[in-house]
């Protein structure tokens, strides 16, 4: 899984006013902020995360057979179709993501 950056303007504590900052991305967790200004970052602590994305999984996973009967209803003959192949998919998806996350330093 890669990070993605994007940028936001947000109050540094550093420089005392609103600056632009880097905002890292793995998945949809937020792993460090950096204000392009100062340079002071703010990482996340790495077990804040994996803690935070494994109740994100949980709550994917539970909320799952719902979302997917949930499409089912909606067109039910595409997804009669389509559905065998997202289920073989997922588990190897959230498989890389786990890796990802708790190979993080
Ligand atoms: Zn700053």
Known sequence: MN???LTAELHCSNCDHETIHTLVYAGRL???TTC???NSQVKHEAIDLRLHYLKDLEHRIATKPRRLLRR???APFSS???LPK???SQPRK???EIKSILGRN
């Open 36 to 38: 392009q200004v100062c």
């Open 94 to 96: 959230i498989w890389s």
């Open 3 to 5: 990070n993605e950056e």
């Open 86 to 88: 997202k289920f073989m």
């Open 72 to 74: 089912f209803w909606r």
């Open 30 to 32: 937020l792993v460090s």
């Open 80 to 82: 009669a179709i389509s």
